[in-house]
T-cell receptor, first 114, second 117 residues
Framework: GAVVSQHPSWVICKSGTSVKIECRSL??????MFWYRQFPKQSLMLMAT?????????EQGVEKDKFLINHASLTLSTLTVTSAHPEDSSFYIC??????????FGNGTRLTVT | AQTVTQSQPEMSVQEAETVTLSCTYD???????LFWYKQPPSRQMILVIR??????QNATENRFSVNFQKAAKSFSLKISDSQLGDAAMYFC??????????????FGKGTHLIIQP
């Protein structure tokens, strides 16, 4: 079945540094990928839609300069958390699919900013 | 904008019994998809079941079935013969069909399902 790989699974960084998270579709091409954020014991909130070859679409309230998204190929989208602060600590999950097919999720990345 | 509401923060059921998780949603669209996802402690999102809004027949997947009431905008999940491995957070989710795959999922707040042995 379709697989989405997300890397790293967890990362600890110091406040003020940047962190890059990768999301790869392993056996299909994804023109669109989605990035979600999940705080402890809360639901997933859509942050942005990553579009191959064009700018990402951000949800209201999500800072595009803070969360940089690049979708350079049909199988890779990256989310960079710039100048990370402790409040950015969260669980980040990507998902991808083809057309209207069900979305497949990566295993998520647990980010801790100290 | 669409909203998804799960009014049961937590549900508990005896092993082998049946449990129903509630979900309601609000939308002005006529074409959309509804999903139930399971998130165990590993936090991996696992698709449980999917329903296309244009289909009147309720979706079923083995022990999992839904009661889809489009007019009432209700989409409940029934788990039969509950097993210990069913214990997890369950999220109801909505996805518009209008975008042709360009829209992400809108999730409810989730229901924590506990299975009593």
């Amino acid at each position: 079945g379709a697989v989405v790989s997300q890397h790293p699974s967890w990362v600890i960084c110091k406040s003020g540094t940047s962190v890059k998270i990768e999301c790869r579709s392993l056996d299909f091409q994804a023109t669109t990928m989605f990035w979600y954020r999940q705080f402890p014991k809360q639901s997933l909130m859509l942050m942005a839609t990553s579009n191959e070859g064009s700018k990402a679409t951000y949800e209201q309230g999500v800072e595009k300069d803070k969360f940089l998204i690049n979708h350079a190929s049909l199988t890779l989208s990256t989310l960079t958390v710039t100048s990370a602060h402790p409040e950015d600590s969260s669980f980040y999950i990507c998902s991808a699919g083809q057309g209207d097919s069900p979305l497949h999720f990566g295993n998520g990345t647990r980010l801790t900013v100290t | 904008a669409q909203t998804v509401t799960q009014s049961q923060p937590e549900m508990s059921v005896q092993e082998a019994e049946t449990v129903t998780l509630s979900c309601t949603y609000d939308t002005s669209e006529s074409d959309y998809y509804l999903f139930w996802y399971k998130q165990p402690p590993s936090r991996q999102m696992i698709l449980v079941i999917r329903q296309e809004a244009y289909k009147q027949q309720n979706a079923t997947e083995n022990r999992f079935s839904v009661n889809f009431q489009k007019a009432a905008k209700s989409f409940s999940l029934k788990i039969s013969d509950s097993q210990l491995g069913d214990a997890a957070m369950y999220f109801c989710a909505y996805r518009s069909e209008a975008g042709g795959g360009a829209d992400g999922l809108t999730f409810g707040k989730g229901t924590h399902l506990i299975i009593q042995p």
